[in-house]
């Protein structure tokens, strides 16, 4: 069963136990969200620390999405922003029940967990985002074969010839068997 598309309201919430990237004073945490190929980012949470509050709502559109990557990051002015840790989190419950409320595993990019963040997400159905359903290419439409209809103001093809409707609407002549060449 496919799920329907629609929109997601992810509220990211708040995060505890985060690895200290600081050596001195509190880590300036803050999220970069992507669903898909739609990505945010939060606010950032100054000396926020190890547990962070943000309690931001991002809302995105959802087609075939199945997960949202929260990459978190510790701002720093005077070097390159160090980064925390990944949390994905499935929205296949959100999809089906409507709402989800979860806190999701931080992990290093060692593989280590590093405490978690906690989301809220509603989700939407909006049929207006569904793709377009896929179209027969116009070779593989078979002709159909049916009795000469010719428009006012119109003459008749010679001898009533069936006509064929070919895609797109237009009628031609059906192709007649060859017939033998008169002997003399």
Sequence with gaps: ??????????????????????????????????????????????DGGRHPVWAQTFEFNIINENTVEISLFDEDTLTKDDHIGIATISLAKTREQGAD????????????????????????????????????????????MMQQQVPYGYAPMPGGAPVMMVPGGYAMPAQQPARPAPQH
Aim: with cysteine; net charge positive.
């Design 1 to 46: 069963m496919a799920l329907d598309a629609g929109t997601l309201s992810l509220t990211l919430e708040y995060a505890k136990d985060l690895k200290d990237m600081d050596w001195f004073g509190k880590m300036d945490p803050y999220a970069i969200i992507k669903c898909g190929t739609q990505t945010v980012r939060s606010k950032t949470h100054v």
């Design 101 to 144: 409320k979860l806190m999701a595993p931080v992990m290093t990019k060692k593989g280590k967990q590093h405490g978690y963040v906690q989301v809220s997400m509603t989700f939407k159905t909006n049929a207006a985002l569904r793709p377009a359903a896929p179209q027969q290419p116009m070779m593989m439409q078979q002709p159909v």
